[in-house]
């Protein structure tokens, strides 16, 4: 037996799990919330230090004692650029940046359209990626971004900071390939898009393995190579191929587990790699609880309120239909729409219709993403639900039928930490000779409820149909020909 640990940097705290090598079994936990940010700051820029002091506190009280290999998780869409010394130019810079939106346009024209971008790195530049952030640096603080001899990503920087800050610094697929400028299709780096961003070459870590150690500790400690958030999660979740996972937040996000990058030349796939050597291509809505917040707000009640509301409701909400446009959308890419409710009556228009509706509008527009992965030959025979809002009967209720299978929703844990100590243990089983470089280690699934479609499925396609009648009728033409978005994809 050995033991290795998992720590998940996120955006707001420090988790660390503790765990058995052979069984998965978590021993020991820890926890603490990054130190509040000093005053003038803004939301997006960080001083990295933060992360160091929070790791230190949640590992406390000799949490680490007896622990042989570490994996590193850590929040995606930052940037952290270095000068020829190793020092930041700047803070780092995080999550989706407002101020960073015109630069990922302008990139986008310059190179030649959202098609251009899809072919070279699997994904089109958004304010999340680093590459857009190196193009607002080099227009918004051209001396700070002549000074950049280097760039890397929190979790890179966190293994560096943990191995003693060595000449050579590493990173995983999963993490790069949310760069920007890494193709997760063709498996190498693109110089050229960060020269286009930032004006000039930059020294890129090196990308290793899933189970290639990153080093050791002067003490001996080996480090795995790491991997972003939801590649980390996605392990410690322990889903393979023909697994789906939908991410429940204001916005929404459909991922699975494919044997091939998908090639998408509208951009609405981004083709990312996952931290087990396979791909991860991912679909995102901007429109997902922030329109059940909403139709919360308008009925004067919760969540839990809504939940119940719906459940006096019938499918298809005694014929009323929302399209959950609240913010435009991503998927179909209508950035500048708004939602739309039709089907009102005299009769339906009670709140127990419009709250299922409110439901049902979510989850079909999750299902448009589900099938556009599902039309590129990606098969999908359960769902994962993660998120507080699938813990809402009425989503447990009504999402078997209108996503046309199995619905599993884990129980709560801290799933990138797990999967990071995964990834360690994988790293230790490599470097000892008991576990191949080529496959991971067999821990326990994550304890879950299962809720099947039964006997509604033909009436949650009816539902879909419906949705998907309105949504042609008002948006025509939004999804392509060929795009998989439509009542029964799959």
Not at 373 to 402: E, H, K, M, T
Request: aromatic share 4%; net charge negative.
């Amino acid at each position: 037996m050995g033991i290795v640990a998992g720590l998940d940097s996120s955006s707001e705290s420090t988790r660390i799990v503790v765990c058995d090598t052979d069984t998965g079994a978590v021993l020991k936990q820890g926890y603490a919330p990054h130190p509040a940010p000093s005053s003038g700051g803004t939301p997006n820029d960080v001083d990295p230090q933060a992360w160091l002091l929070s790791l230190g506190e949640a590992a406390e009280g000799g949490l680490l004692e007896g622990v042989q290999a570490i994996g590193v998780s850590a929040q995606q869409h930052g940037l952290l650029a270095l000068d020829g010394s190793g020092a930041l130019v700047r803070p780092a810079q995080m999550g989706n940046d407002r101020r960073v939106q015109a630069a990922a346009a302008d990139l986008i024209e310059t190179l030649g359209g959202r098609a251009a971008w899809a072919q070279a790195v699997g994904a089109v530049p958004t304010a999340a990626q680093s590459v857009a952030k190196l193009r607002w640096m080099a227009r918004s603080e051209p001396d700070a971004a002549r000074r950049v001899a280097e760039v890397l990503q929190p979790h890179d920087w966190l293994v560096w900071q943990l191995l003693g800050r060595p000449l050579r610094r590493t990173t995983d697929r999963g993490t790069a390939s949310g760069t920007g400028y890494w193709s997760a299709a063709a498996g190498a780096w693109r110089p050229d898009l960060v020269e286009l961003a930032l004006g000039h070459q930059v020294r890129l870590p090196e990308v290793i393995g899933p189970a290639q150690p990153a080093g050791q500790t002067p003490e001996g400690l080996l480090i795995s190579a790491g991997t972003g958030e939801t590649m980390a999660a996605a392990f410690g979740l322990g889903v393979g191929v023909g697994d789906a996972v939908i991410s429940l937040g204001a916005s929404g996000s459909v991922f699975s587990i494919h044997h091939e990058a998908l090639a998408d030349h509208t951009g609405t796939i981004l083709s990312y790699a996952d931290a087990t050597g396979m791909h991860l291509p991912v679909v995102h809505t901007l429109n997902a609880v922030r329109a059940l917040r909403g139709t919360a707000e308008l009925l004067g009640t919760d969540l839990e309120g809504l939940s119940a509301l719906a459940l006096n409701s019938t499918p298809g909400s005694y014929g009323m239909v929302m399209l959950p446009y609240l913010e435009g959308e991503r998927t179909p890419y209508l950035p500048h729409t708004a939602g739309t409710l039709t089907g009102l009556r005299r009769e339906s228009m009670k709140p127990e219709h419009l709250a299922r509706a409110a439901f049902e509008g979510m989850l079909c527009g999750l299902a448009d993403a589900l099938d556009i992965l599902r039309g590129r030959g990606v098969g999908v025979r359960r769902v994962f639900l993660l998120g507080p809002a699938a813990d809402l009967q009425a989503v447990r209720a009504i999402a078997p039928a209108l996503l046309g299978a199995q619905i599993v929703v884990p129980q709560p844990a801290d799933y990138a930490a797990l999967g990071a100590a995964r990834q360690a243990a994988w790293a230790l089983g490599a470097a000892q000779g008991t576990l191949s470089p080529h496959e991971p280690p067999r821990w326990p699934a994550a304890a879950s409820q299962v809720f099947e479609p039964g006997d509604d499925l033909a009436v949650g396609q009816a539902v879909r149909q419906q949705y998907v009648a309105v949504r042609e009728q008002t948006h025509p033409g939004a999804f392509e020909a060929g795009a998989g978005a439509g009542a029964g994809a799959g």
